[in-house]
């Protein structure tokens, strides 16, 4: 499966972006899909995951809980990460990533397990 991120930009401290995963070659149905970020000098961390059509749960990492959400259209063959209440820490290059699974929960939220990933979209909060 090859991957698209797309939707990032520039917003103000408090606003809200919509990042979006777009598959190609083959159907995200069957992936569990992740998204992660990296900031300048910090390690890539997970944000949320959501498993594939068979279990389709999601998980969030802490600071993601109540501001972000993540979600699947399978007619697109895309997956999304609604961000509100951006902060200036948010700031950073986020991905999408994607393995072929039945499994979902706190490790989707490991880089190990992926084995597709998209290219990465910059998001910058101004304060």
């Known amino acids: 499966v090859q991957l698209q991120a797309s939707g990032g930009g520039l917003v103000q401290s408090g606003g809200s972006l919509r990042l979006s995963c777009s598959a190609s070659e083959s159907a995200l149905e069957d992936y569990l899909v992740g998204w992660f970020r990296q900031a300048p000098g910090k390690e890539r961390e997970g944000i949320a995951c959501m498993g594939n059509v068979r279990s389709n749960g999601t998980y969030y990492a802490n600071f993601a809980k109540g501001r972000f959400t993540v979600s699947r259209d399978y007619a697109e063959n895309s997956v999304y990460l609604q961000m509100n209440n951006l902060k200036p820490e948010d700031t950073a290059v986020y991905y999408c990533?994607?393995?072929?699974?039945?499994?979902?929960?706190?490790?989707?939220?490991?880089?190990?397990?992926?084995?597709?990933w998209g290219q990465g979209t910059q998001v910058t909060v101004s304060s």
């Open positions: 990533a994607a393995v072929r699974t039945n499994f979902w929960g706190s490790h989707g939220l490991n880089t190990a397990p992926y084995d597709h």
